[in-house]
């Protein structure tokens, strides 16, 4: 089955620990992306990556950082720096940028 | 900032009513165009993508009017179960002409009730 699929779905961390989310899509799209969802807000471009080994930041890459070392893999590190990182991220692929983009499930990260 | 403006509602209609929304956006060289539907606490799931002659598909329709750019989506006969968030997207173009990333809206909030 091919699909998007973000680990895991739920997380809970203590502040100051540094926490990767996973995402793996096996769709053969080139774009990637991570977005940050906040309660009733829309979504908000963490970092993307157009091809492998290359990435840019987005609105808000304060605080995160990732890495593109396969085209099938994209994962998001939320550091300490991140002053709020209590949120719901979002991982999404696309065959190209500005293409459709398909979503994960998303995970859920709690910072106690 | 290139920006993709909703009402965020909600829109409390009833079963079977015919409910539109509008969507403005702002950067004219926008290229693609898409509705996104997001329910609570679920990844955003593309709905239709929306062309310059507009599109239907079943009870939803999509319109693109470039010149005042915005872009509607008609949900005719409401179901219950369309009761959800609708994202409008928009594809940022740069000043150096490269398609850019979407630009999600905020969305608006429907809800139909029985």
């Known amino acids: 089955d091919g699909g998007i699929t973000q680990s895991p779905k739920y997380l809970f961390r203590k502040e100051g620990q540094n926490v990767t989310l996973s995402c793996e899509q096996n769709?053969?799209?080139?774009?990637m992306y991570w977005y940050r969802q906040d309660p009733g807000q829309g979504l908000r471009l963490i970092y993307y990556?157009?091809?492998?080994?290359?990435?840019q930041k987005g609105d808000i890459a304060e605080g995160y950082s990732v890495s593109r070392e396969k085209k099938e893999s994209f994962p998001l590190t939320v550091t300490s720096a991140q002053k709020n990182p209590t949120a719901f991220y979002l991982c999404?692929?696309?065959?190209?940028?500005?293409?459709?983009?398909?979503f994960g499930p998303g995970t859920r990260l709690t910072v106690l | 900032r290139k920006e993709v403006e909703q009402d965020p509602g909600p829109f409390n209609v009833p079963e079977g009513a015919t409910v539109a929304f509008n969507c403005t956006y702002s950067?004219?060289?926008?290229?693609?165009f898409f509705w996104y539907r997001q329910d609570c606490r679920k990844e955003p799931k593309l709905l239709m993508s929306?062309?310059?002659s507009g599109n239907e598909d079943g009870r939803f329709t999509a319109q693109l009017n470039r010149a005042s750019q915005y872009i509607s989506l008609l949900i005719r006969d409401s179901k219950l179960s369309d009761s959800a968030t609708y994202l409008c997207?928009?594809?940022?173009?740069?000043?150096?002409?490269?398609?850019?990333?979407?630009?999600f809206g905020k969305g608006t909030k429907l809800s139909v009730k029985p």
């Open positions: 950067n004219s060289a926008s290229q693609s």
């Open positions: 990556s157009q091809i492998v080994n290359d990435f």
């Open positions: 999404a692929s696309s065959i190209y940028a500005a293409d459709t983009q398909y």
């Open positions: 997207v928009v594809n940022n173009i740069d000043y150096g002409g490269s398609q850019g990333n979407l630009i």
């Open positions: 929306v062309y310059s």
């Open positions: 769709l053969n799209h080139d774009a």
